[in-house]
């Protein structure tokens, strides 16, 4: 029984030796084409040779492992595997290392109190602070409950006037146009990524990783506010010339936020013009659509999608501010 037990044993450690293996190769291959340039990649399991010599190479190399290092080491690699599909060859860049960028670095030096709050006691809402002259303006929606009657209207109020406190770091909000208090004081964190009030209120600047105000160097006088809508989908307000009766709204959408710190995000109706595609049979229809995709990056030392950006096809940049 006790030999039967060693070989059942050395068995599973050849399996999960052969399994670590496999998923190795396959998830280095993966990696190839951003990290070589090769156009594709294949992941293929040829067998093994067969033979006393090779079997018994494998097994010594076994045994000198423990079966809790086997386990451990096929666990790692098998998840390192599995971020691969998930990412696909687009967004492994985000598995580069290295010395943060010096525009990287700049992007996040620059980042101000501006940006998308989010507030624990309105989680449909939002809060969008933006700078102006001396002190700010401030667009805000506490949503609509999700067990509001089907015919409640999300209530937008706009251009509110924010002070700012000598030092930047305390604003003066006035809420009574929804019935709130007046002159309430909000402190800025240090990292500007919080404002906390004195009822121990506290709204988190940009908590989806991706929302925020950005710049276009196209349009300097104009902003891109980016937030999430539902789900997965996005609203983006598009402002050219930093008036707000020209701001329209696009629809978008981003794919899975595990691959942060990069994501890819998709823009409809943004360039107002549309891509058709070729009729491949006489009763196929012809589709067309306006749309476009940005790579967005939170990555501080990749020299392609530098830090707090959307990068397009075009090498147009936008900047989080």
Known sequence: QSRNKSKNTDRSIL?????????????????????????????????????????????????????????????????????????????????????????????????????VYSDPNHPEGYRVIMASGKGATMTLSDGVAKDAPDSTEEKTYKNIPVAIKEGGNEFLFDFSFKGGPKEVVGTLSNDKKTITFPDGNKWTKNANKYDGIYKDPKYPDGYRILRKFKSMNTITEVNDTGNPKDSRFIMGKHASLFSIPTATFTFYDYTGKETCTEKLCRTCEVVCKDEIEGQFSLQESNTVFMYGTITFPDKTIWTRI
């Open 15 to 115: 399996i999960l030796t052969t399994i670590n293996n496999m998923i190795s190769t396959c998830a280095l291959m993966m990696l190839v084409p951003v990290l070589g340039g090769v156009a594709g990649f294949s992941c293929q399991h040829h067998g093994t040779r067969t033979g006393a010599a090779k079997t018994s190479q494998l097994m010594m190399s076994s045994t000198s492992q423990s079966r809790r290092d086997i386990l451990s080491n096929a666990a790692s690699v098998a998840t390192f595997g599995l971020s691969a599909l998930v990412l696909g060859p687009n967004d492994a860049v985000a598995f580069q290392t290295g010395p943060i960028t010096a525009q990287s670095a700049a992007n996040k030096a620059a980042e101000s109190y501006q940006g």
